[in-house]
């Protein structure tokens, strides 16, 4: 059983289009998430976010704790952009994280 | 900025050596963890730390040890390395304290093969 299900597994997208990445969660949370690995290896964290929305620059994440639903959304999406992006949420004790198996981005220019 | 660092970000080693891998951390968090990473897996926990000479088992820790003698040093031993232990391997801090972020940061990685 995963707590965590992210969708799409891979994504292929054009220079410039939207894209939305979608986490679903089974667990009840204090906050979920967002992070982005480039090929190499390191991660790094784009967004922790509890409720409603946050922005960062072409990124934005929202949160719908209701409905155990999370999305990042990639406006004007870059070739820079492509990498995993994985989502997270923390353990009842927040001492463990449960991890999305990630969503690879490839955008083309 | 936290920085986490690993000792190596790739290694070839043969079946059946004991294998070291290290990770160190200079924020002082109590919380240090050890994660393989494979196409498909995702991330998965294979063992934590929450205080020096504390361990716990994550959900893989079959074939791996852990030693955690100093704060900021967390290391992960394969005592006898297999082929199916090929794999990212990534390391993590986190701080526990009032701010519930439980933001963990990530190391770059160690690519490991065995052949």
């Known amino acids: 059983k995963n707590e965590v299900e992210q969708s799409p597994q891979n994504l292929t997208a054009q220079e410039g289009e939207f894209i939305t990445i979608n986490c679903s969660y089974s667990?009840?949370?204090?906050?979920l998430h967002w992070l982005q690995q480039h090929p190499g290896g390191g991660i790094v964290s784009l967004f922790m976010l509890s409720s409603g929305k946050k922005k960062h620059g072409r990124l934005i994440a929202t949160i719908n704790i209701q409905e155990k639903h999370s999305s990042l959304h990639i406006t004007a999406s870059h070739p820079r952009d492509s990498a995993v992006y994985i989502c997270?949420?923390?353990?009842?004790?927040?001492?463990?994280?449960?991890f999305g198996t990630g969503t690879s981005l490839t955008v083309i220019p | 900025d936290v920085k986490v660092t690993q000792s190596s970000r790739y290694l070839v080693k043969r079946t059946g050596e004991k294998v070291f891998l290290e990770c160190v951390q200079d924020?002082?968090?109590?919380?240090m963890f050890w994660y393989r990473q494979d196409p498909g897996l995702g991330l998965r926990l294979i063992y934590f730390s929450y205080d020096v000479k504390m361990k716990e088992k994550g959900d893989i820790p079959e074939g791996y040890s852990v030693s955690r003698e100093k704060k900021e040093r967390f290391s992960l031993i394969l005592e006898s390395a297999s082929t199916n232990q090929t794999s990212m391997y990534l390391c993590?801090?986190?701080?526990?304290?009032?701010?519930?972020?439980?933001?963990?940061?990530f190391g770059p990685g160690t690519r490991l093969t065995v052949t």
């Open positions: 997270a949420v923390p353990s009842n004790t927040g001492n463990q994280f449960y």
């Open positions: 667990v009840g949370i204090s906050a």
């Open positions: 993590a801090s986190s701080f526990v304290g009032g701010i519930p972020s439980h933001e963990q940061y």
């Open positions: 924020m002082d968090h109590e919380n």
